[in-house]
Nanobody, 125 residues
Framework: QVQLVESGGDLVQPGGSLRLSCAAS????????MAWVRQAPGKGLEWVSV????????KIADSVKDRFTVSRDNAKDTLYLQMTSLKPDDTAVYYC??????????????????RGQGTQVTISS
């Protein structure tokens, strides 16, 4: 059974940083592309970052480009999202997601086949 458990969400002031982690189990982590997606209050699901199975390929959404970095440690079955220069607009529940294959084509949200319970990130002074 696929399990994805996010951690690291918090209340942070604008300009601050956070590092989210996602512990994966129940599947061969190193075989699958992974993504971070988020959902802000009253809005739909938005993909934030995607990383291929061996981390050869990554993509960051324009809304967070130059501020967020995605990485993974396949030895630890863990996905990370390093977030810097946080803004109030980054306030959302952040989810770790498993994609169907080792990489992706097009909108990664269409390829999600499992998602964690999410971790709340709140940016406020």
């Amino acid at each position: 059974q696929v399990q994805l458990v996010e951690s690291g969400g918090d209340l942070v002031q604008p300009g601050g940083s956070l590092r989210l982690s996602c512990a994966a189990s129940g599947f061969i982590f190193s075989h699958y592309a992974m993504a971070w997606v988020r959902q802000a209050p009253g809005k739909g699901l938005e993909w934030v970052s995607v990383i291929s199975s061996e981390a050869y390929r990554t993509k960051i959404a324009d809304s967070v480009k130059d501020r967020f970095t995605v990485s993974r440690d396949n030895a630890k079955d863990t996905l990370y999202l390093q977030m810097t220069s946080l803004k109030p607009d980054d306030t959302a529940v952040y989810y770790c997601a498993k994609l169907r294959g080792s990489t992706w084509l097009g909108d990664p949200i269409r390829l999600i086949d499992a998602r964690g319970q999410g971790t709340q990130v709140t940016i406020s002074s």
